[in-house]
């Protein structure tokens, strides 16, 4: 029985008290950021129930991130034209469409479109 104590026991302990080093400053620094106060006990329900809930909130936002990049991404045939050499036709035939929109806005409300207005939209004449 002594044998098993001093060849079995002993090292045994002294291995547990080695590692009980590590763990205890560990221990510590997770209590002095959970808590600044002297903690030896820590409750891990509420480590656990925070843990959740930090990782609830992570996905939330995530979502949120995922929707917004939907919401402000081109659509594939704008991207296409952004990328393709600029056309003096391509803006004159724009700038024509949205006058077109803002005199038929301007005829539906009863109002008259400036002369500036107008200006604005007029195709630029080729020399």
């Known amino acids: ?9 002993v090292p045994l302990d002294h291995k ?4 009980d080093d590590p763990l ?5 620094k997770l209590a002095g950021l959970l808590d600044p106060t002297n903690v030896t006990k820590l409750d891990f329900v509420s480590l ?7 990782r609830a909130a992570f996905a939330a936002f995530e979502t949120a991130r ?4 939907a ?29 077109s929109a ?9 109002v008259t479109l400036e002369s500036p207005v107008t200006n604005s939209f007029r ?3 080729r020399t």
Do not use: H
Not at 1 to 9: C, D, K, N, R, S
């Open 1 to 9: 029985m002594a044998a098993v104590y001093l060849f079995g026991f």
């Open 16 to 19: 547990a008290e080695l590692q």
């Open 24 to 28: 205890e400053k560990s221990w510590r």
């Open 48 to 54: 656990t129930n925070q843990y959740k809930e930090t």
């Open 66 to 69: 995922k929707q917004a990049r």
């Open 71 to 99: 919401r402000i991404e081109l659509d594939e045939e704008l991207r296409g034209l952004l990328c393709a050499p600029f056309l003096l036709v391509d803006y004159e035939y724009a700038a024509g469409r949205q006058m």
């Open 102 to 110: 803002l005199a038929r806005l301007a005829k539906q409300q009863g």
């Open 123 to 125: 195709t630029r004449r």
